[in-house]
């Protein structure tokens, strides 16, 4: 078969292919439908980049002006505000456990009093940690507000003994840390998690679509006619048929990218070149990848269940939520199965940190050899397209 | 006429029974999945924190207060200092190997500022690919700072007793308290929510993969065969939600009970009171299922609902909090038997709630069950009839065939 013979082939089998796409709705869906969804669910849901107005508890025993004062400021704080002013303890621990406060900011009574004597009242602030993310963000609140208590009454007492605010400032906290988060400086959580959540989603669609796409053709019969087209050779029947999609979901990458980077402003330390090129190669390595599932489970229900559960794990096995250093062993080799994690480490490195490519080489290397998946069950593949019959 | 309906009803379960144990998608969704999932996401985040993460320090004071924050930083359980470099491009650089994740940089001036009385500062620059990192750093450093500042107001203080030190230095302490995840581990957060997704999620894939099979297998393509039990909608309805109901009270005990058990999960709630919320809960997502394998039409496109899931672990408001969806979402929340399930099932599991106490969702849960076997009474009602119409279109036409051959 000559080159222009192959390349007339892969033109017959693409003109079919985009008219099956059109014709079936759940290409559409797939294709376009649920990674919109996603995408317009996830940036509407993170637009602010962290919660606001968290609300919390505070049990204020003393209601003296100092307690006041404290509890106000607590409220004027971004990340809270200040729901519930319980009469007691118990009151506001039924309001945690019912989920309508995170956080109790406790003031023990005669608070305002011991303070200015010199007593050493206790501030105390419980977090409900089954909610961790709120509880973080509101224990950095709490806590700096129980700082500033301290620091208040320590500067007013030490100005009346006649030191100088700096001289103060030391003696309470002699050393400070000073943070700088590289790449994520406000802590925006739509830029920590929907960098890696909206391609996870269009990794499953491929997933998901490459192995309904193949595994129609098996279940439909029509399987024969698609490789007789293809002149008998699995590459350019693939390449016909898979080629739509490729462009397709290419095309939704770039919306995804357009939108986080262009209309969100995302970190893009490295420049436009290397996401794109990784959200390609992501895309052709999700690909490859549901070509093995189906050649290895050519039943097209089996092949969809092993792309959906595939698909799904690698959420939270990839590591972007909870470090893949902190896992066990085992999953950490296994998370390198999934091409989500290797366009994760590309994304961290060169969009969030603006790194050269050549720390990431592998990373590359690894979204390429993915392709090299297709070949080795091609034999496979093409005995289940001439000989399996659909069994309902 | 009750007692065919119940003879009915035995009838339909029994079928359905033998339908889900042959069909093997559906085995995997009702079986395979409740089963492994719940380990395998159990397993992934069960280290619950992170421990020595991995920071570089960059000392260029050299004294020997830097070089004891350095040794208490890496004496901390979250942090391992992996090596102290002299300059910020060698650190940079060992960042960009991913050798480390953050840099610890101490001013040269640190020991001076420190002995002449004026506050020193030290700064952190920590790679955002995971604020878990984050948070481990500063909250190290955080504290190693404390500490040292205490030791050197030890020295350096001249109140004139230990008491007045304190009182100078720590006008107001404070305490915190991390209640219900005391060691703020993400599997204890987080793997309680999965679970409950994992059952709503099985039950629609599973019931939907059940609908399509129907469809292919059926005569004329409905949801229902053509049988003299299957006549009644509320007793196929019954029938069916039946034989869900049944199989997923093991999947609760395998899931809910068991696994977090296993994995020592917090597991604070009273058994019978999490048995009484969970009711609702399974019927809610049963008659959901119901509803949605009536409009889904074949079995493939169900799976493509599994999508979903991490829609809806966000808008259940244990991932992100539930103040700061946006209130359209929240309200796309209320019809999802997911969204109060986590809710009530954190409190009662996690939090050690009263059934009053979640009394919200509970209802919430009865409300959407109502809602929801409605609506699949509808659609059963409207396959059966059109099931009906083509039996009877069907024997017309066999009919005519007939009275036209023997012409």
């Known amino acids: ?392 | 006429m009750i007692k065919n309906g119940l003879l009915d009803i035995f009838t339909i379960w029994l079928d359905e029974m033998k339908k889900v144990f042959r069909d093997d998608g559906v085995r995997i969704f009702f079986f395979l999945v409740p089963f492994g999932y719940p380990l395998l996401y159990t397993f992934i985040y069960n280290n619950e924190v992170i421990h020595e993460a991995k920071m570089v320090v960059v000392d260029q004071s050299d004294s020997y207060w830097s070089r004891e924050f350095t040794r208490r930083v890496n004496g901390t359980a979250d942090v391992q200092v992996v090596s102290t470099c002299t300059n910020m491009n060698e650190a940079k650089t060992m960042l960009d190997k991913k050798k480390a994740y953050g840099i610890l940089y101490i001013p040269s001036d640190f020991d001076k500022d420190l002995h002449r009385g004026k506050q020193a500062t030290v700064s952190l620059y920590v790679d955002m690919s995971s604020l878990l990192y984050y948070r481990a750093f500063l909250m190290s450093a955080t504290e190693v700072s404390l500490d040292i500042g205490n030791d050197l107001r030890m020295h350096t203080s001249s109140a004139g007793s230990a008491q007045l030190d304190k009182i100078m230095v720590e006008p107001i302490p404070y305490d915190s308290v991390a209640l219900f995840n005391s060691q703020n581990g993400f599997a204890s957060f987080l793997v309680p929510g999965i679970l409950i997704l994992i059952l709503q999620q099985t039950l629609v894939l599973g019931i939907g993969l059940r609908g399509g099979t129907e469809r292919e297998k059926n005569r004329f393509h409905t949801l229902v065969p053509i049988s003299k039990h299957f006549n009644g909608t509320f007793r196929v309805v019954m029938g069916k939600a039946l034989t869900y109901l049944l199989l997923y009270v093991i999947n609760c005990i395998w899931v809910l009970w068991i696994v977090p058990r296993m994995f020592s999960l917090p597991q604070v709630g009273d058994p019978m009171t999490v048995v009484i919320f969970l009711l609702p809960f399974l019927c809610a997502c049963i008659f959901f299922a119901m509803t949605l394998s009536g409009i889904i039409a074949t079995r493939e496109a169900a799976m493509i609902y599994v999508f979903s899931s991490v829609i809806m672990i966000f808008i259940s408001g244990i991932s992100w909090p539930e103040s700061a969806v946006p209130p359209f979402w929240k309200f796309v929340g209320l019809f999802i038997p997911s969204t109060p399930g986590i809710q009530g099932f954190v409190g009662l599991n996690t939090c050690g709630a009263s059934l009053s106490d979640v009394a919200k969702q509970y209802h919430l849960l009865w409300l959407q069950t109502g809602i929801y076997f409605i609506t699949t009474c509808l659609i059963y009602r409207y396959q059966i009839i059109k099931c009906h119409k083509q039996v009877v279109r069907q024997y017309r036409y066999m009919k005519m065939r007939k009275m036209l051959e023997v012409k």
């Open chain 1, 1 to 392: 078969m000559t080159l222009k013979e192959g390349l007339h082939a892969i033109e017959a089998i693409f003109k079919r292919e985009l008219h099956l796409l059109t014709k079936t709705p759940t290409f559409m869906i797939c294709i376009f439908g649920a990674p919109l969804i996603c995408l317009i669910f996830f940036l509407s849901l993170m637009k602010g980049g962290l919660p606001k107005d968290m609300p919390i508890a505070v049990v204020d025993l003393d209601k003296s002006a100092l307690s006041r004062n404290l509890t106000r400021q607590l409220d004027a704080f971004e990340q809270t505000r200040v729901a519930f002013n319980a009469n007691s303890f118990y009151e506001a621990r039924k309001e945690l456990q019912k989920g309508n406060v995170y956080a109790i900011f406790f003031i023990p009574q005669d608070f305002g009093k011991d303070a200015s004597l010199g007593k050493q009242p206790h501030l105390s602030f419980y977090t409900n940690a089954s909610y961790l993310v709120a509880a973080s963000l509101l224990f950095r609140d709490m806590k700096t507000i129980s700082v500033l208590a301290g620091a208040s009454v320590g500067l007013q007492t030490g100005r009346a003994k006649g030191y100088t605010d700096d001289q103060i400032t030391a003696a309470l906290q002699p050393i400070k840390v000073d943070t700088h988060a590289i790449g994520n400086p406000w802590m925006n959580y739509s830029v920590y998690l929907n960098n890696t959540i909206l391609p996870g989603i269009l990794q499953v669609m491929i997933f998901f679509s490459t192995v309904f796409a193949i595994g129609s053709e098996i279940k439909y019969g029509s399987s024969r006619e698609w490789l007789k087209m293809g002149k008998g050779s699995m590459l350019i029947s693939l390449l016909g048929k898979l080629l739509p999609q490729t462009i397709a979901f290419t095309a939704v990458a770039f919306l995804f990218a357009a939108f986080l980077y262009g209309y969100n402003s995302f970190p893009l330390n490295s420049g436009w070149g290397p996401m794109l090129l990784a959200l390609f190669l992501l895309v052709i390595a999700a690909q490859a990848v549901g070509i093995f599932m189906i050649s290895v489970l050519p039943t097209l229900r089996l092949g969809l269940s092993f792309a959906c559960l595939f698909g799904m794990v690698s959420f939270s096995i990839v590591g972007f939520s909870f470090p893949v250093a902190g896992m066990n062993p085992v999953l950490q080799s296994l998370a390198d199965l999934f091409p989500l994690r290797h366009y994760f480490l590309i994304y961290v490195d060169q969009a969030l940190n603006g790194r050269a490519m050549i720390y990431t080489w592998s990373e590359y290397i690894w979204l390429l050899g993915f392709l090299i998946l297709p070949l080795l069950v091609r034999k496979n593949l093409k005995n289940a397209l001439l000989y399996i019959k659909y069994i309902p």
